[in-house]
T-cell receptor, first 112, second 113 residues
Framework: ETGVTQSPTHLIKTRGQQVTLRCSSQ?????VSWYQQALGQGPQFIFQ???????GRGNFPPRFSGLQFPNYSSELNVNALELDDSALYLC???????????FGDGTRLSIL | DQQVKQNSPSLSVQEGRISILNCDYT??????FLWYKKYPAEGPTFLIS?????DKNEDGRFTVFLNKSAKHLSLHIVPSQPGDSAVYFC????????????FGTGTRLKVLA
């Protein structure tokens, strides 16, 4: 069984640029959630996608957007990058039945 | 407003002894709770969960206790092993876990050989 995979593992961008992060769900999982983890903090919920529709959103501005594809893989897009966007971005997948979310190893994004 | 709190940033325990990690929450609508373990450079790994209809759930060396009246949960690891050294996060959710998780800030556990 393949787990959650994320790409790239590391990324460096400058302020004002745009970035796309990718996530492949665990096999059979149709729900994907994205989290931002700043240094020394717990993960913070960005949004969740269920069967290609946004299913809930945390307290993040509209420049954070996402997509889920028919194969349940997902993208997180961030526009107009700011220094505070530097963080570990985690993707988690789960079954729709409320089974625990399973996380990938994350993408470390650094903004210069 | 931190709805899920882990007030101990770190904990050291001797190998073979019990590790007790604590977590408090403020939102009475939470009905599903989880513990995750995180090693450096890896994503959080699911350990154990508990629904609000229960007060205890056990899986091998790991037991989670839930005290709804005190809005408190704890994770017991018995016996502790050096490989348990990691950061432990508790998380809470409404809607029986189908929705977003609210995480605490984590407790770094060090098990001494």
């Amino acid at each position: 069984e393949t787990g959650v995979t994320q790409s790239p593992t590391h990324l460096i961008k400058t302020r004002g640029q745009q970035v796309t992060l990718r996530c492949s769900s665990q096999s059979g999982h149709n729900t994907v959630s994205w989290y931002q983890q700043a240094l020394g903090q717990g993960p913070q919920f960005i949004f969740q996608y269920y069967r290609e529709e946004e299913n809930g959103r945390g307290n993040f501005p509209p420049r954070f957007s996402g997509l889920q594809f028919p194969n349940y893989s997902s993208e997180l897009n961030v526009n107009a990058l700011e220094l505070d966007d530097s963080a570990l971005y985690l993707c988690a997948s789960s079954l729709e039945s409320g089974q625990p979310q399973h996380f990938g190893d994350g993408t470390r994004l650094s903004i210069l | 407003d931190q709805q899920v709190k882990q007030n101990s940033p770190s904990l050291s325990v001797q190998e073979g002894r019990i590790s007790i990690l604590n977590c408090d929450y403020t939102n009475s609508m939470f009905d599903y709770f989880l513990w995750y373990k995180k090693y450096p450079a890896e994503g959080p790994t699911f350990l154990i969960s508990i629904s609000s209809i229960k007060d205890k759930n056990e899986d091998g060396r790991f037991t989670v206790f839930l005290n709804k009246s005190a809005k408190h949960l704890s994770l017991h690891i018995v016996p502790s092993q050096p490989g348990d050294s990691a950061v432990y996060f508790c998380a809470a959710s409404g809607d029986s876990g189908t929705y977003k998780y609210i995480f605490g800030t984590g407790t770094r556990l060090k098990v001494l050989a």
